[in-house]
């Protein structure tokens, strides 16, 4: 019963946070955006006092049931090892030993990397911002690919209720960090069961040295107990001792209260109750803080996308539409980050790289970053879309405060950087062609159009950027007729201001 | 008609056709799709048109001209094989060209822009398969797109290897019916005309041609500034050149009803060539599909007097019922348009004077609907900068048509027509060739033959995306200087 009760709370778990990940539209995050606030390790980023010491009461009370319902990743692990047991013998497990010396160290190399502010290797390991990058990088390509059938079969009914949304892949070192971490998560589950969260999770481990003390917890009575080996070899965890001579043990620190043993038990020997006398082994050990290289240096983001471009044609003919090319990333001095995230710093301390306000940018804007100290976390590039002002979802979604909530109100007003004008782009100038976009787009009117020739007030008109007012949205520079490489492009800023 | 349904009538249908198809498959049977379609067909296949095509005898060269002429700039296309935009699907040319001649077409008018520049080559192909004399051919002098700084000469060089590649493409020696090709546009209306046709010497060249027996009929295409009509016509009355026809743009909405500035009133143009005995070719007499897709209430007016009349018949009938009318052009892209009108003009029952009077009411209705005057001609296309203007446009005139434009946040269906609005302008016009990107460069203005005010058309589109994007209809925005 507690088994089926906790499947059943672990699959509207899983199946949400997922759904989170896969759903451009923003409909799940209004009604299960709080499913992702619960998860460990965003809230101590987030500095989230309430979730956190509600989820040490939890565990303190209940075992580690965290990892068996709450976390994405505990949970695709039970379903990876669930499919992998249709095909390989019924009791796979055994007991093993305690990794505690790796735990702890992984532990407290992780600690010093949230101190010292290295996001790349906090991203790494945080269980929840794995599984996030798995689902983005891997599944959501089928989503919308599932999606876009259904809008294409749609639009030739007249419906209006789906609608077709351009995928592109948004990083190649994030595409490659989600195969790999999926591959170890896989085979690991496949092969131990929970492995990953009883020797490398850092989670797993702070939550685990907390079950040890649990209020409620599987418990073995001796007495009942004939050794058969039954629950010990069905524990994922590797965490039931049971050897001829000794009295049964478990490792309340490894075990993630799945209930599979219970089940299992033909002697009743086992229940999940409050322990009589508690028959905890006892075994601990810090680590020592590793160090760590500071060294920034890039790595390929972006693939190329090779732009064909054709000559105009000799002379004009009525139809057919030009060809666009397509534009260029322009080499920013500071990166942009997104509004409600501060800072640069404030976004590389508090960020797991989860990708879910990369997943949920509705204006293809987010992508992660290929910086090795910021790996994977969220940087801005406005060559496919703008950041734009009704929206706040990626401030709406973060579960860490990297990105801080926002009003679209706060937004409208929060510099993030400022527009630069690249006068041998400008079509006036290269074109002779009137234009001012950039102008009639600026949301806050920081541009305005001058004559080109001081001396000439009918002389074609450029832009001028009033950096005062710009906010950085980078309406103008995506709107900016100039290909590849836009006439005006936005210049982050480490701090953000309200102006 | 608006034939939308909502997302549960959807999946249900969805949820049906797929099971229906699961279900028949087997048998190999049809689907729900196919049987919408065999009900349609019957629709048409019941009035197969049988009646005899109504002809008007040119006076100038006696041709018998079928009064439905073949418009050839709007042919089903497809995708060129060397990647290059769109091609005319032959195919689908051949048999609509086979078709109109079996049912008494027997003039077709192209142009060497057409269809991407590909329209004359794709008639070549379908009409040398009949009889060199059992058509009349008119094409066009289309040297409007010649660059504007090109000197007399090269204006020269250019018009004549553009009319001896329009004999090459349409496989002849000859030419029924030739037009100096829509004149009256430009920002200077008349230096556009001398700088295409006078400076140039190329109108001297045509009549050359004429005298040698290779162009049988001279003429021009009109759209625009009057003060060119009425010059062209005191030309003809001075006996400097003769107009053997000429095509105009005539239709019951701008009858009376031309926008005022931008286009002349079809009253004033056709009446001044008959008085002259001038034979009048009709061009947008159906403005591009947008007599046919009307609005709702206007649809029902002309519905309610006959429920089994088309509203194009009504067009059409408007459009061939004067004498004075030697040919009525219709780009029929699809057979279902090809068998209307075969319809409607085999033969053609002349417009009673009752029945002009309703359709100048209607015209009244339509006049006062905000649509914009596009026809989908595409002579603005390419945009330079990638936009899909008449995409762009269409789109809006669809939601104007469909009662999808919103006023404000608090419409009562607000929702659905903001929804209608982005989701189809998404789906009609990629991002990048939506009107953000306009940039104002005014290059599309003089190709337009409506003379839309394209720029501030794609500035009030545009604004009006934005204020459904940002939720913000019908609120107080700040005037910007």
């Known amino acids: ?499 | 008609m608006s034939k939308e349904i909502n997302r549960r009538d959807f999946l249900k249908t969805l949820g049906a056709s797929t099971a229906a198809v699961a279900g028949v498959s087997l048998a190999g049977c049809t689907n729900v799709k196919d049987t919408m379609a065999q009900e349609n067909a019957k629709a048409y296949t019941d009035a197969e048109p049988s009646g005899e095509m109504t002809y008007r005898v040119n006076p100038n060269s006696n041709d018998k001209v079928s009064i439905l002429g073949y418009g050839c700039m709007r042919w089903p296309m497809i995708d060129n094989p060397d990647g290059q935009g769109q091609i005319p699907d032959q195919e689908q040319v051949n048999e609509l060209v086979d078709y109109a001649f079996a049912h008494g077409i027997n003039y077709f008018d192209t142009a060497p822009v057409y269809c991407q520049g590909h329209s004359e080559h794709a008639m070549g192909i379908a009409l040398s398969r009949h009889p060199r004399d059992s058509y009349f051919l008119a094409t066009k002098m289309s040297n409007q797109r010649v660059p504007a700084d090109a000197t007399p000469e090269e204006v020269f060089r250019l018009s004549k290897a553009m009319y001896e590649n329009s004999l090459k493409e349409l496989q002849t020696d000859y030419l029924d019916y030739y037009l100096l090709h829509s004149i009256g546009g430009g920002d200077d209306s008349m230096a556009f005309l001398n700088h295409r046709f006078f400076d140039s010497g190329v109108l001297d060249f045509m009549v050359e041609q004429k005298r040698l027996g290779k162009v049988r009929n001279l003429g021009f295409s009109f759209h625009g500034d009057v003060k060119i009509f009425d010059y062209m016509l005191q030309l003809h009355d001075e006996g400097k050149y003769h107009w053997d026809f000429v095509q105009i743009q005539m239709n019951y909405v701008d009858w009376e009803h031309a926008a005022p500035g931008r286009n002349v009133n079809g009253v004033y143009l056709y009446n001044e060539l008959h008085k002259r005995g001038i034979p009048v070719v009709i061009m947008e007499p159906l403005l591009g599909g947008r007599l046919s897709n009307l609005p709702d209430h206007v649809l029902a007016v002309l519905k309610q007097r006959d429920p089994e009349a088309t509203a194009a018949s009504w067009a059409f009938r408007f459009a061939g019922s004067p004498e004075g009318v030697l040919c009525v052009l219709s780009g029929m892209t699809y057979k279902e348009h090809l068998l209307d009108n075969l319809r409607t003009y085999s033969p053609l029952k002349v417009l009673t004077d009752d029945e002009n009077k309703f359709l100048e009411d209607a015209a009244g209705l339509i006049h006062k609907y905000p649509l914009i005057e596009c026809n989908d001609c595409k002579y603005c296309m390419p945009c330079k900068y990638g936009l899909d203007i008449p995409g762009i446009l269409l789109h809006y005139n669809k939601c104007v048509n469909q009662g999808n434009l919103a006023e404000s946040t608090t419409d009562s269906n607000y929702e659905r027509a903001r929804k209608i609005f982005l989701v189809g302008y998404d789906r009609s016009v990629p991002k990048l060739r939506q009107a953000d990107h306009c940039i104002g460069c005014r290059d599309c203005v003089q190709e337009c033959p409506q003379r839309i005010d394209i720029p501030s058309e794609m500035q009030r589109i545009n604004a009006y995306v934005e204020a459904l994007r940002q939720g913000t209809l019908g609120q107080e925005t700040e005037e910007k200087a």
């Open chain 1, 1 to 499: 019963m507690l088994r089926k009760i906790r499947i059943a709370l672990a699959a509207i778990f899983f199946i949400l946070i997922t759904g989170l990940f896969l759903d451009f539209t923003g409909t799940l995050q209004q009604y299960f955006g709080w499913m992702v606030k619960l998860q460990f390790l965003p809230a101590v980023l987030a500095l989230n006092v309430v979730v956190i010491i509600a989820l040490l009461a939890l565990t303190l009370a209940f075992g580690r049931i965290y990892c068996s319902v709450i976390c994405p990743m505990g949970v695709f692990q039970d379903v990876v090892a669930w499919i992998s047991r249709l095909f390989k013998k019924k009791n796979p497990y055994s007991y093993s030993k305690p990794k505690s010396i790796l735990r702890y160290a992984v532990l407290a190399v992780f600690v010093v990397a949230i101190v010292a502010g290295v996001g790349s290797f906090v991203a790494l390991l945080a269980p929840y911002s794995s599984y996030g990058r798995i689902v983005t990088n891997l599944l959501q390509p089928v989503y919308i690919a599932g999606n876009n059938v259904l809008a294409g079969i749609a639009e030739g009914r007249g419906n209006y209720d789906f609608y077709a949304v351009e995928y592109w892949m948004r990083g190649l070192p994030t595409l490659i960090v989600a195969v790999c971490s999926l591959v170890v998560v896989v085979v690991l589950a496949c092969v131990g069961g929970r492995t990953y969260c009883n020797t490398i999770c850092p989670v797993g481990t702070v939550l685990g040295f907390f079950a040890r003390f649990s209020w409620l917890k599987p418990y073995i009575d001796a007495d009942k107990c004939k050794n058969c080996q039954k629950c010990s070899k069905n524990c994922k965890a590797a965490a039931i001792n049971i050897q001829k001579g000794m009295a049964p043990t478990i490792d309340y620190s490894r075990c993630v209260t799945c209930g599979n043993c219970l089940e299992q038990c033909s002697f009743g020997a086992l229940t999940y109750c409050h322990p009589a006398k508690g028959t905890t082994p006892k075994n601990s050990g810090d680590g020592q803080p590793a160090d760590s290289g500071r060294r920034a240096f890039l790595t390929a983001t972006a693939v190329a996308t090779g732009a064909a471009v054709a000559k105009a044609q000799e002379m004009k003919v009525d139809g057919g539409l030009a060809i666009i090319e397509d534009k260029k990333i322009p080499e920013r001095q500071t990166k942009l980050t997104p509004p409600g995230s501060l800072s640069a710093r404030n976004l590389a301390k508090h960020c797991t790289a989860c990708q879910l306000c990369i997943a949920e940018c509705p204006n293809g804007v987010l992508r992660p970053s290929g910086n090795l100290m910021t790996l994977m976390q969220p940087e801005m590039s406005y060559e496919r879309g703008y950041c734009r002002p009704e929206c706040t979802r990626c401030s709406e979604v973060c579960p860490t405060g990297a990105i801080k909530l926002i009003t679209k109100e706060d937004k409208s007003s929060t510099q993030i950087g400022h527009a630069v004008w690249v006068k041998k782009n400008c079509v006036p100038l290269t074109d002779g062609k009137e234009c001012g976009n950039c102008e009639r787009h600026c949301p806050t009117h920081a541009i305005q159009m001058v004559p080109s020739d001081p001396n000439d007030e009918k002389s074609i008109k450029i832009p001028v950027v009033n950096i005062e007012k710009c906010i950085g949205c980078g309406t103008c520079e995506n709107l900016c007729p100039a290909r590849p490489f836009s006439a005006i492009y936005v210049e982050g800023h480490e701090v953000h201001k309200m102006i």
